[in-house]
């Protein structure tokens, strides 16, 4: 219950900061009522059409990331699972190279989006198809390996064949994640699909608590692996495909966050399932905070903050636990 | 009253039967040792009777939905997983778990159902440590505990006491032993065969698939059978406490 406390007041600082902090500079008097569409016309567009997404969407991506990734690495009984594994945002990021590179994405405003989450939706299926209903959690590795490699060999090959430079940097810069310059319309896209693979995602507790003890016992104790494998994919293809959709490939949140949490929650993988939300959406919203704080004028990509705060955490956490694998 | 009835039950690897035809029933208050060499399909016939693996013929287990079996028998499969550093008491309250609705808390009666499997197992002064930290021997009992949480009528155990200190073994069959005098039952499989002698009160045992005997320890542990299913030149002394079981030496 502390935790949970904790977390909100985090993940709710975090989201007043986002809103506060910009390139525009907003007296701290007409900021509430700019945020309702009172004062200054400009403060007004500033707050509700440029930081309101950004810090939502900023929340969201990090909840669904966060989740998925304690979703995850229950379900693998594996601290190093993390959502990309299932080659979801993988395929997701394909989608919108193709759609980058064949002009689509110009066709209209949420033509990017909506082609990443179709490929998203897709990897799922050939997932499935690849693992079997009855398979095993190393057949869907493997699936999720083979998904991945093949995903990320057609991004190279898109790359490789862009027209101009322009194009392939157009491209790169979209990989390295962001949640810069977007609108309510991208929350309004991938919000409910996002809402949706919560809902799948959280309904996973008990299946996950019961796994700790193996898939013999839990199977034993009533839990239906087949349906919950499902929910899971299913969860996290919403969730993960959604968010990279909008945002681009963010990294690392779904490794390191149930990570640090895990310790907090005394390893219940049903109780780190909201954690890692709350902590997800705390985390992104802090890296995105960083992109504006630290060299504002050169457009830092999330993405790249993330890997750069998650990489040395992860190095941390290592050292830390080394002793335990010993 | 029957607890667990198995008809010509089957269970095939590929082509070949690992379990061939096997049919045997539990009933409350009966302690029944399944006994048998390595690869005669003890387990195999375990997961079967519970429906955790594909089968033919009947078993009265499987034929229930999930849930509802789940409240009948508690399954401690030979492969000790404790995936989270978890404290010893949550993980004996994940044998709650199939009483609980979606989300719930634990109720007095489960903590109550906790308390009395964590004292069964003598881990009253363990609750609070983590139980990956544990033994292997103390984590054995940690899991044992948990089954006797989920306090079903019958309990399915694969191995429970291997590699368990001779205090902790006897200490855990005679848990067994109570819950049968109690009015459950237990069904599981051993290699200890004086041990399986003494503390259960029916023996299955198993060479090569099939059900080879199945009746009260004195009756199936006899030196033409050892010799026959295990292959192995023992002397058995019959004793107030059951058969004595002293291997002598392997028949090539």
Excluded at chain 2, 66 to 76: C, P
Aim: aromatic letters at 6%; one cysteine or more.
């Amino acid at each position: 219950m502390k935790l949970f406390i904790a977390l909100t007041v985090l993940t709710g600082v975090m989201f007043i900061a986002s809103l506060l902090v910009g390139y525009a500079r907003i007296p701290l008097s007409a900021w509430l009522s700019a945020m309702f569409g009172q004062g200054n016309p400009l403060f007004v567009t500033v707050m509700q059409e440029i930081r309101l997404p950004r810090a939502v969407l900023a929340a969201m991506i990090g909840a669904s990331l966060g989740l998925s990734g304690a979703a995850m690495q229950g379900f693998l009984r594996n601290p190093l699972a993390e959502p990309g594994l299932i080659g979801v945002s993988g395929s997701a990021a394909l989608g919108a190279v193709i759609a980058l590179q064949t002009g689509f994405a110009a066709a209209f405003f949420l033509a990017l989006p909506i082609s990443a989450l179709a490929f998203a939706g897709g990897a799922v299926g050939l997932i499935l198809l690849l693992a079997g209903p009855r398979g095993s959690s190393l057949t869907l590795i493997l699936a999720g390996i083979a998904v991945s490699a093949f995903a990320a060999a057609l991004t190279s090959l898109a790359l490789n064949l862009s027209p101009n430079p322009y194009a392939a940097s157009e491209i790169m810069f979209w990989m390295m994640g962001s949640v810069a310059n977007r609108a309510m319309t991208h929350v309004w896209l991938a919000g409910p699909i996002m809402v949706l693979g919560w809902i799948a995602l959280g309904g996973l507790g008990r299946g996950l608590d019961a796994l700790t003890l193996g898939e013999d016992s839990a199977e034993a104790m009533g839990i239906s692996l087949s349906r919950l494998r499902l929910q899971l994919l299913l969860g996290t293809a919403a969730a993960v495909g959604a968010a990279t959709a909008v945002a681009g490939a963010v990294g690392f949140v779904g490794l390191v966050v149930p990570h640090i949490l895990r310790r907090f929650v005394h390893g219940r993988p049903s109780t780190l399932l909201w954690a890692s939300a709350l902590g997800g959406a705390a985390m992104v919203l802090a890296a995105d905070l960083v992109t504006r704080l630290v060299l504002p004028e050169r457009d830092l990509k999330l993405g790249v903050v993330m890997a750069l705060i998650g990489a040395p955490l992860f190095l941390h956490l290592i050292y830390k636990t080394r002793r335990e694998f010993a | 009253m029957t607890l667990l009835s198995a008809r010509s039950l089957t269970v095939r690897r590929g082509e070949c039967p690992v379990v061939d035809e096997a049919t045997f029933s539990v009933s409350a208050g009966e302690c029944v040792g399944l006994i048998g060499p390595n690869g005669s399909g003890k387990t195999t016939l375990l997961r079967g009777a519970l429906g955790l693996l594909p089968h033919e013929g009947h078993s009265s287990l499987a034929a229930l939905p999930a849930s509802d079996r789940a409240a009948r028998v508690a399954w401690l499969p030979q492969l000790r997983e404790i995936a989270w550093p978890m404290s010893v008491q949550r993980i004996v309250a994940l044998g709650r778990l199939p009483h609980l609705a979606r989300g719930a808390t634990l109720r007095a009666a489960d903590q109550a159902a906790v308390e009395a499997a964590l004292c069964r197992m003598g881990l009253q002064d363990f609750r609070d440590r983590t139980a990956t930290e544990l033994s292997g021997g103390e984590q054995a009992r940690v899991l044992i505990a948990r089954t006797l949480a989920q306090d079903t009528p019958l309990l399915m155990a694969d191995e429970p006491i291997a590699g368990l200190d001779p205090a902790a073994q006897i200490a855990t069959l005679q848990v067994f032993e109570t819950l049968a005098q109690e009015g459950n039952a237990v069904l599981t499989s051993l290699h200890d065969l004086s041990l399986a002698g003494r503390y259960c009160t029916r023996l299955i045992m198993m060479g090569a698939g099939r059900i080879v005997a199945d009746g009260p320890p004195q009756d199936i542990l006899t030196a033409e059978r050892l010799a026959e299913v295990f292959h192995l030149r023992a002397n058995i002394v019959p004793t107030p406490n059951g058969p004595l079981v002293q291997p002598l030496g392997v028949i090539a």
